[in-house]
Protein backbone atom coordinates (compact mmCIF):
# COMPACT_ATOMS: atom_id res chain seq x y z
CA UNK A 1 0.00 0.00 0.00
CA UNK A 2 0.88 3.04 -1.28
CA UNK A 3 0.71 6.67 0.51
CA UNK A 4 1.85 8.25 -3.08
CA UNK A 5 -0.92 10.54 -5.12
CA UNK A 6 -1.98 9.06 -8.20
CA UNK A 7 -0.86 10.64 -11.80
CA UNK A 8 -3.20 13.48 -12.54
CA UNK A 9 -5.88 11.95 -14.87
CA UNK A 10 -7.28 12.85 -18.34
CA UNK A 11 -10.68 13.92 -15.89
CA UNK A 12 -8.93 15.87 -13.86
CA UNK A 13 -7.19 17.87 -16.46
CA UNK A 14 -10.43 18.26 -18.11
CA UNK A 15 -12.08 19.11 -15.35
CA UNK A 16 -9.68 21.89 -14.89
CA UNK A 17 -9.69 22.89 -18.25
CA UNK A 18 -13.78 23.59 -17.84
CA UNK A 19 -12.99 26.11 -14.57
CA UNK A 20 -10.55 27.58 -16.77
CA UNK A 21 -12.81 28.41 -19.31
CA UNK A 22 -15.39 29.34 -16.94
CA UNK A 23 -13.69 31.86 -15.71
CA UNK A 24 -12.05 33.50 -18.92
CA UNK A 25 -12.93 36.43 -20.29
CA UNK A 26 -14.41 35.07 -23.57
CA UNK A 27 -17.17 33.10 -21.12
CA UNK A 28 -17.09 36.14 -19.21
CA UNK A 29 -18.51 38.19 -22.37
CA UNK A 30 -20.11 35.39 -23.84
CA UNK A 31 -22.39 34.99 -20.93
CA UNK A 32 -23.12 39.22 -20.49
CA UNK A 33 -24.13 39.00 -24.32
CA UNK A 34 -26.64 36.52 -23.28
CA UNK A 35 -28.06 38.24 -19.86
CA UNK A 36 -27.73 41.38 -22.06
CA UNK A 37 -30.83 40.26 -24.25
CA UNK A 38 -32.54 37.82 -22.23
CA UNK A 39 -32.85 39.95 -18.68
CA UNK A 40 -34.35 43.29 -20.74
CA UNK A 41 -36.52 40.84 -22.98
CA UNK A 42 -37.77 39.37 -19.87
CA UNK A 43 -38.66 42.28 -18.40
CA UNK A 44 -40.49 43.95 -21.58
CA UNK A 45 -42.20 40.82 -22.04
CA UNK A 46 -43.49 40.47 -18.30
CA UNK A 47 -44.39 44.29 -18.52
CA UNK A 48 -46.35 43.92 -21.54
CA UNK A 49 -48.55 40.68 -19.89
CA UNK A 50 -48.93 42.60 -16.84
CA UNK A 51 -49.95 45.50 -18.97
CA UNK A 52 -52.88 43.02 -20.25
CA UNK A 53 -53.76 41.64 -17.67
CA UNK A 54 -53.99 45.11 -15.68
CA UNK A 55 -56.06 46.21 -18.46
CA UNK A 56 -58.36 43.15 -18.15
CA UNK A 57 -59.27 44.05 -14.87
CA UNK A 58 -59.27 47.49 -14.11
CA UNK A 59 -60.46 48.83 -17.79
CA UNK A 60 -62.96 46.86 -18.61
CA UNK A 61 -64.82 49.39 -20.90
CA UNK A 62 -61.31 50.05 -22.38
CA UNK A 63 -61.06 46.64 -23.35
CA UNK A 64 -64.19 45.54 -24.19
CA UNK A 65 -64.37 48.21 -26.86
CA UNK A 66 -65.47 46.78 -30.08
CA UNK A 67 -62.91 47.39 -32.81
CA UNK A 68 -64.76 45.45 -36.14
CA UNK A 69 -67.55 43.66 -35.28
CA UNK A 70 -67.27 41.17 -31.95
CA UNK A 71 -63.60 41.57 -32.06
CA UNK A 72 -62.84 43.92 -29.01
CA UNK A 73 -59.39 45.74 -27.75
CA UNK A 74 -59.32 42.32 -25.04
CA UNK A 75 -58.94 40.17 -27.95
CA UNK A 76 -56.72 41.95 -30.09
CA UNK A 77 -54.13 42.54 -27.11
CA UNK A 78 -54.74 38.64 -26.30
CA UNK A 79 -53.78 37.84 -29.56
CA UNK A 80 -50.73 40.34 -29.28
CA UNK A 81 -49.62 38.04 -26.52
CA UNK A 82 -48.47 35.35 -29.16
CA UNK A 83 -47.58 37.41 -31.67
CA UNK A 84 -44.85 39.31 -29.11
CA UNK A 85 -43.82 35.75 -28.35
CA UNK A 86 -42.90 34.90 -31.22
CA UNK A 87 -41.64 38.25 -32.35
CA UNK A 88 -39.11 37.56 -29.17
CA UNK A 89 -38.02 33.98 -30.59
CA UNK A 90 -37.19 34.79 -33.92
CA UNK A 91 -35.03 38.14 -32.45
CA UNK A 92 -33.22 35.92 -29.75
CA UNK A 93 -32.46 33.59 -32.64
CA UNK A 94 -31.06 36.26 -35.01
CA UNK A 95 -29.15 37.58 -31.37
CA UNK A 96 -27.83 34.65 -30.87
CA UNK A 97 -26.44 33.46 -34.54
CA UNK A 98 -24.81 36.41 -34.49
CA UNK A 99 -23.28 37.21 -31.16
CA UNK A 100 -23.98 33.54 -29.02
CA UNK A 101 -23.16 30.95 -31.75
CA UNK A 102 -19.72 32.10 -32.90
CA UNK A 103 -18.19 32.79 -29.04
CA UNK A 104 -19.54 29.56 -28.10
CA UNK A 105 -18.38 27.60 -30.92
CA UNK A 106 -15.32 29.08 -30.12
CA UNK A 107 -15.10 27.99 -26.67
CA UNK A 108 -16.56 24.28 -27.70
CA UNK A 109 -13.66 24.02 -30.33
CA UNK A 110 -11.27 24.57 -27.69
CA UNK A 111 -12.61 22.31 -25.36
CA UNK A 112 -12.93 19.75 -28.26
CA UNK A 113 -9.40 20.06 -28.50
CA UNK A 114 -8.21 19.65 -25.43
CA UNK A 115 -10.73 16.26 -25.02
CA UNK A 116 -9.91 14.81 -27.91
CA UNK A 117 -6.28 14.70 -26.68
CA UNK A 118 -7.11 12.43 -23.99
CA UNK A 119 -9.57 10.12 -25.95
CA UNK A 120 -13.38 10.35 -26.98
CA UNK A 121 -15.29 12.78 -24.25
CA UNK A 122 -18.14 10.44 -22.69
Given at each position: ?????????????????????????EFAG?????????????????LWYALYVILSAYARDFMGTKLVGNINVALVFGLLQF???FLIAW??????DRKIDPVADRIR?????????HGPRG
Open positions: MSTDTPPATPAASTAERYVAVQRSDLRRALRGFIFPMTVAFFVSTLYSRYAAEMGEVTHE
